[in-house]
């Protein structure tokens, strides 16, 4: 059984030997009288201040003032996220120029969610609270008078003050990596956890109108249909119970097939929601009961000391479900696995065959509606499926323990 997670695989991890030389790589050397690399950086930085901060003002001024105007009509608030969206690209800027000229490690914010559900209003109000738009946009707002004055301060050092530039020079460019870090820093775990979490509840809304939807389509075609057909074949019965009872028999028998059809498909149609074998007994008896309706042969090995909680079963059981249904359909194996497993606070699952592979997200085979509800629940899906196999599905989800 492979261990580790998938955290484990996808974590990078810096170079040993930055590490062991330099603790802080941000840190520069003290400023001295002569002029340096990282002297002439900063004086540069500090005279780029003033055309940058012209241009930061302007476009916030010019932004904030005719949304504002506009509101009263259906354009002002999309203007007003059109605007805080630009501002992130300035705020892109200020950083690309910070790393360069003054060293500032910043890393990038992480980008809006793209999968917000629910139409265009909730994207329009998820830009509209834009906290690294917001905090960009102060940003720009400050920066007018603090340009004017490093500008002035340090064109007027170079001629009169060449002496001590260095040491002035230094002084006002930690000024700006301090506002750098401080308003154009990403947004702290919790705001990002905030936005992420609103896009992932419009997921998990959509996926489940999907299924009332899938749920109402089977109802209604499947088992509602043979009940209809069977009240209607009982009545006929009923009529000629008399006048002709063998024919009335026959049509009962008829019936009695039809119930036991209509019966099978509300079963099928209860396993969809919720097996009672997961209920009842847990992954490891429901998942071997997928396996064996697997129209290839599957070993299933399920190491668990305890259950997790319903909910994470319950999406655990309907992804094996979904994989092995698309081995069947579309893989070509003659054998497949499943593995299930906990490592520290999460849930394990890897499904192999040894297909023709070729599986990717966009396939059509259901994998990004699988991948987005597994990241609705903080989870990860990663695909292994070159062509010509095998393939490798490795899904990881929270452990959440059972209420008891």
Not at 165 to 172: H, K, M, N, Q, V
Not at 204 to 211: F, K, Q, R, S
Not at 343 to 371: F, K, N, P, S, Y
Request: hydrophobic share 45%; net charge neutral.
């Amino acid at each position: 059984m492979p261990p580790g997670t998938l955290a484990h695989v996808t974590k990078k991890l810096p170079p040993a030997s930055a590490a062991a030389t330099d603790p802080n790589p941000d840190r520069l050397p003290p400023p001295r009288l002569a002029y340096d690399a990282h002297t002439w950086k900063e004086i540069a930085h500090l005279l780029a201040n003033l055309p940058m901060a012209l241009l930061g003002f302007v476009y916030v001024v010019t932004v904030l003032s005719t949304s504002a105007f506009l509101t009263v009509t259906v354009i002002g608030f999309p203007l007003l996220a059109a605007g805080l969206l630009g501002a992130r690209q300035l705020g892109r800027l200020e950083r690309a120029r910070a790393r360069t000229l003054l060293g500032v490690r910043v890393d990038e914010p992480s980008r809006l969610p793209v999968r917000s559900a629910g139409g265009f209003l909730p994207r329009l109000w998820m830009a509209l609270k834009d906290p690294v738009g917001w905090r960009t946009v102060l940003y720009d707002f400050i920066r007018l008078p603090w340009g004017i004055l490093t500008f002035t301060l340090t064109l007027t050092s170079l001629f009169v003050l060449w002496p001590v530039l260095p040491f002035i020079a230094r002084g006002l460019a930690n000024a700006d990596r301090a506002m750098v870090r401080g308003l154009l820093s990403p947004s702290d775990e919790l705001e990002r956890r905030i936005a992420e979490l609103e896009s992932d509840r419009g997921v998990v809304v959509d996926t489940a109108a999907a299924d009332l939807r899938r749920i109402e389509r089977d109802l209604h075609d499947g088992a509602q249909a043979r009940l209809v057909n069977l009240a209607m074949g009982l009545g006929l019965a009923k009529e000629k119970l008399l006048e002709d009872p063998d024919h009335a028999a026959a049509m009962v028998e008829e019936a009695h097939g039809e119930v036991k059809l209509a019966l099978q498909e509300l079963r099928d149609l209860a396993r969809g929601i919720h097996p009672a074998v997961l209920t009842d007994r847990g992954l490891d008896a429901a998942l071997s009961a997928v396996a064996s309706r697997c129209t290839v042969p599957v070993q299933v090995t399920v190491d668990l000391e305890y259950r997790p909680a319903a909910a994470i079963e319950g999406i655990a059981y309907f992804t094996v479900s979904e994989l092995l249904q698309n081995v069947s359909k579309h893989s070509g194996a003659k054998a497949a696995s499943v593995d299930v497993w906990r490592t520290e606070e999460r849930l394990l699952i890897q499904v192999a065959d040894d297909g023709r592979g070729g599986a990717h997200l966009d396939g059509g085979t259901g994998m990004r509606g699988l991948a987005e509800r597994l990241d609705a629940v903080d989870g990860l899906f990663v695909i292994d499926s070159p062509q010509g196999g095998p393939t490798v599905i490795t899904a990881e989800l929270p452990w959440r323990d059972r209420q008891r």
